[in-house]
């Protein structure tokens, strides 16, 4: 890698790029994200930001412009397991992370480098686990950082989209244990059990549907075990009105033995349209002469986590295709993640006047 940017080519696209491919060519799997965090302070350190890796280990860069309002630009730092080769080809950069989301991360730290016409303070995070369960890296920031006027989430939606809102998440295990028989005895055997439990799960939700938000979604992440002792994973993805906690209850008592556990849960989320950071976003997608979406997406990201107890404009943004999230293939179009500098740079600029002016 060839090191630290150099501060006199900060707005160029070779120095946007470069930024990129050595984050991508760090491994950074969740609970692994330190090399990149320490990476990220120097990065940011030598395009202007006041950086430091906080007792979480989020990477955290702030450019103080003076007095206005104060936007956090929040990204994750972790990526699944799996490192790829990191490749250029057809303008597209191949790599882990290079669309969940360290591209998303890097064009927020590229454009809160470059965005002079802000006025006020821009924090730029990248966040720790955000790929587990633990959502560890989100959950310090909300606790333990100042809270910002604004927060965009540094997720792939494409440089001309804003996601709106996300599905929630039930993390469920369920562990069982049974006296050792023989395979023809009647008696219940741990393995039948556990798959009973994803029976069942099914049962009570009813009709699921990854692919609509009003819907339900339910995976079976992991089964193992045999007739003594099992073990399942269950992953259920919420819309809004859905009630967690009379579901785990129902869940429970269809259970014969054995115990259900919630391994984590994140209520869903959806934001206000009106808000200022959707108007920012928008406004900076139509100044780059492209049409703006809005989007409701089935996963979750770290804006679930801030938006329980933030209660502050919000709206996930950033370059990438999340259907390449976690894949072989995972890439990012270049063109993509230049545009989407130029637009949130905009959007910083706008926030400021529509933040002044609230």
Known sequence: MSGRLAANERLSKETAIRLLREML???????????????????????????????????????????????????????????LPVREANERLYGRGASDAQGPL???????????????????IGAVEEEVPSARGAIAVRDTHQR????????????????????????LRYTVECPSVHTTSPDPKASELAAGCWAALNEILGRTDHT?????????????????????????????????????????????????SVAASRKPCVADRRNPVIQALTA????????????????????????????????SYGPGDSKLDHTSDESID?????????????????????????
């Open 148 to 171: 910002p006027d604004a927060c965009i989430i540094g997720e792939p939606s494409g440089s001309r989209s804003v996601v709106i809102g996300y599905k929630g998440k039930l993390d």
């Open 284 to 315: 900076g997608i139509r100044r780059q002469s492209a049409t703006p979406s809005l989007v409701l997406k089935t996963a979750t990201s770290d804006m679930n986590t801030l938006a329980e107890v933030w209660d502050i404009p919000m709206a």
């Open 25 to 83: 060519e760090i491994p950074s799997p969740s609970g692994g994200e330190g090399k990149l965090a320490a990476y990220l302070k120097g990065a940011m350190t030598d395009l202007g930001f006041e950086a430091w890796t906080d007792d979480a280990g989020n990477a955290v860069g702030v450019i103080d412009r003076g007095p206005g309002p104060q936007v956090m630009l929040l990204g994750h730092l972790d990526t699944v397991p799996d490192q």
């Open 334 to 358: 270049l063109d993509d993640y230049l545009l989407s500098i130029a637009v949130l740079s905009d959007a910083l600029t706008e926030l400021t006047v529509l933040l002044s002016g609230s």
């Open 106 to 124: 890097a064009a927020m730290i590229c454009a809160a480098a470059g965005a002079s016409g802000f006025g006020g303070r821009v924090c730029v």
């Open 212 to 260: 609509v938000f009003k819907l339900p979604g339910a995976t079976l992440e992991s089964i193992s075990g045999d007739t003594v002792r099992a073990e399942a994973t269950m992953g259920v993805r919420t819309p809004p009105g859905f009630d967690a906690d009379a579901f785990v209850a129902e869940l429970r008592e269809r259970l014969p033995q054995g115990t259900l």
